[in-house]
């Protein structure tokens, strides 16, 4: 009898099982904001290799995963979200829902949405061009124009090629990282200007948080709103992005430009989109053609090849998907956020997950992108 039931069982599994790799998942819903849907197989994915995937999110094979969109062919073909341990900032709220209404860190994804908001205000008149010095903007720092800063360039901060002495390269909560030192300084500004050069500006690249809350206080100083002011009313808006927050850096009231930003999923995908199609929403030019052209272009090649390269606050990553070489721009965010954009393959992945601080997770947004371009082309 236990022979028998045991037969069942495993049979009962396998009838499960393949009836999940038959399942269609569900076209998204249209919520008339701009986004077109579909399904997969309308857009020729195969729908049993992104089941796996799904599935693989749902038994924690990829860990703590929020959210999975796919937008093919000018399509949103799938967005599936997922409940699991969040954090605001670094605070812990506990296990939340996911949905395409609910807030996500965007973590360092702030970053490429500063660097929109740069391209926007040069289109406007307000800054002259990516040449210009930055201590143009900072005259009430002149103490640290000397020793060849004086040379240093809206382009050099964009491109993370300062020169000046930063690491971020150590966990942030060890009191050696200098975006944790910035944030406790009491002037993110002047720490991040009285750093010293080790390299010479545009030689070299380092990741560096700090050249982005000065960027993000350029536009303060030239329009008179913050970054997050300006960033709703000169890129939300446009796009219909009606809900989102900035955390404000520790004990003040300024936006944390270079990690602080939270949207939905659904409107990190309009962002996506707005880069896709370069720069245009709709009709509207919101961001300026060249601006897109050369922040999805690297301007430096980085020392790990595997990295790739880096243009204005986007990186441009290195993969092999099926046997071919692809460099894709992407916003890359702590804890594993991602805007993927590729042109050729019409294709934009948004994934948003709770794994912040942890970077040797082996099933990541990598491997996960690595089996979505497997189910594509495939009827």
Not at 300 to 307: G, S, V, W
């Amino acid at each position: 009898m236990k022979i028998l039931n045991f037969i069942l069982l495993f049979c009962l599994l396998g009838f499960i099982s393949a009836c999940n790799s038959n399942h269609h998942p569900d076209q998204p819903k249209n919520l008339n904001d701009g986004i077109e849907t579909s399904t997969l197989a309308k857009v020729g994915i195969d729908e049993a290799i992104i089941n796996e995937i799904i599935e693989g999110i749902n038994s924690d094979f990829y860990p703590n995963r929020h959210s999975l969109l796919i937008y093919k062919d000018e399509k949103l073909v799938l967005e599936k979200y997922f409940t699991g341990q969040d954090y605001l900032w670094g605070q812990d709220i506990g296990i939340v829902e996911h949905s395409h209404t609910v807030l996500h860190d965007m973590r360092s994804v702030s970053k490429s949405i500063v660097s929109a908001c740069i391209g926007i205000a040069i289109s406007q008149g307000k800054i002259q061009s990516v040449d210009q010095k930055i201590f143009d903007f900072f005259e009430d720092y002149k103490q640290y124009r000397i020793n060849g800063k004086e040379e240093l360039t809206i382009k050099h901060f964009l491109t993370m090629t300062s020169g000046l002495e930063w690491n971020e390269e150590v966990p942030y909560d060890n009191p050696e990282n200098s975006e944790i030192q910035m944030d406790e300084s009491g002037d993110g500004i002047g720490f991040v200007l009285s750093r010293k050069l080790t390299a010479k500006p545009g030689s070299e690249w380092k990741y560096n948080g700090g050249t982005t809350e000065v960027l993000a206080n350029i536009i303060k100083r030239t329009t008179g709103k913050n970054i997050y002011e300006f960033a709703k009313d000169n890129l939300f808006k446009p796009m219909g992005i009606s809900k989102s927050e900035w955390t404000n850096s520790s004990g003040t009231n300024t936006p944390a430009a270079a990690s602080g930003l939270r949207l939905t999923s659904r409107d990190m995908l309009k962002f996506g989109i707005l880069y896709y199609n370069e720069g245009k929403w709709g009709s509207k030019q919101i961001v300026p053609q060249e601006w897109v052209w050369s922040s999805l272009t690297p301007s430096i090649f980085l020392a790990n090849a595997e990295r790739g390269g880096y243009g204005y606050q986007f990186w441009v990553l290195n993969y092999t998907m099926q046997n071919q070489e692809m460099a894709i721009p992407t916003a890359v965010g702590n804890g594993d956020q991602r805007i993927y954009i590729d042109k050729k393959n019409d294709l934009i992945v948004v994934m948003t997950a709770g794994n912040y601080d942890k970077w040797d997770i082996k099933n990541n947004s990598s491997a996960i992108l690595e089996n979505i371009y497997k189910s594509l082309g495939k009827k």
